[in-house]
């Protein structure tokens, strides 16, 4: 499968599969994406872009669309959720960029779709096609797609998030209900005027309950997500209207700050939270998954946008390096380079699903303890100093020089 030659069909048209296209069609690859909604708007809300995603985008020629609307992090802090005590404060602004080579960004999810899209040529994307189910030959993969026709391609890459269509053809498996939901909304920036000198991200932990919310938009709107325990999945896929008067009574007796920011909304989405068991493989010969699609994990570490943006430079780079012939050992370097990390970041995402909600007593008691043990930045080397290119080149002849990977304040 020679690069210039490589006809590659992308399912998705999120974050993962915008920039996988931007990367693979500067490899000079025969590159469409498919996506089902008819155009690309105002979707979501908030996403944090911590620095081992951020450098992807700058090494797309992205930093100054990013500086535009997004808002660098001075620092992450957690509260409790009835006295507003301070139980950690970590801070980032330039020390994350002194340390990871990149800042810690706050965006809306719409600022950066168009940032993404800006990078792709027009006839990349091909909108209003969704895919409705995959068949795999010996030689070239069948897309049916929403509008009734068939194409194919050489390889088609899943990213169609946490209910991918794709996945169907890799894993035979279902989407599990966290038991959690999350209402979402944006508010003016002065009900958080203290965001105007201090942006930041505040994170409230409660019993069965958390609140996390955030400057975007240049600092000119707040995100807010509101997280709380939910008896049985309503919502499924898709996000439903939510009230501002549910969250008010479900966050009866928390401190004035997260009441008047959770109900300053003039409306609010609510969607079910859903992840996966992790699979066993994410790739067949010809269909590979990436993002929501190959490992969907829960939100509790800010790291899915994160993680999908260092897939989509790990499967380039593979595929980029496969020379001619089929995809098959490209797409299970990609497997085998990036299945240890998701796995990692899936398990720690699930237990912080359950040590954020703890109810008050010892056990809460002990995680504030350990949080506050870990108000530094060195804590987050593991996350933020993961360099995805550089884990995906192979290590050159030695020289006598340092690898180039060795230091995290590597720069892009």
Known sequence: MAPSKAQVAIVGGGVAGLVTATLLHGHGMDVRLF?????????????????????????????????????????????????????????????????????????????????????????????????????????????????????????????????????????????????????????????????????????????????TYYPIVGGDMVHFSAVGVSPDARSGSSSVPGTTEDLDAAFAGWHEEVRRVVTAAESVTRWDLYDRDMACRYATDRVVLLGDAAHPTLPYLSQGANQALEDAVVLARCLREAGPGTPTGAVRRYQGLRMPRTADIHRRARALGRTFHLPDGAHQERRDRDMRARQSLEHLDWLYGHDAAAAATPPEPASGREPSAARLTHRP
């Open 35 to 211: 996506e089902q909604t008819p155009v690309f708007g105002a979707v979501g809300a908030g996403i944090q872009l911590s620095p081992n995603g951020v450098r992807v985008l700058y090494r797309l020629g992205l930093a100054d669309a990013l500086a535009r609307t997004g808002v660098r992090a001075g620092a992450i802090e957690t509260r409790r959720w009835d006295d507003a005590s301070l139980i950690a404060r970590v801070p980032h602004g330039a020390r994350c960029d002194e340390r990871f080579g990149a800042p810690y960004y706050l965006i809306h999810r719409a600022d950066l779709q168009r940032c993404l899209v800006s990078a792709l040529p027009e006839d990349v994307v091909e909108l209003g096609r969704g895919c409705v189910r995959l068949v795999e030959r010996p030689d070239t993969v069948e897309l049916h797609l929403t509008d009734g026709s068939v194409t194919t391609a050489d390889l088609v890459i899943g990213a169609d998030g946490v209910h991918s269509v794709a996945r169907r053809a890799v894993v035979d498996d279902e989407p599990r209900f966290s038991g959690y939901s999350v209402h979402r909304g944006l508010v003016p920036a002065e009900v958080m005027p203290s965001f105007t000198h201090d942006p930041r991200v505040v994170f409230w932990l409660g019993p069965e309950r958390h609140v």
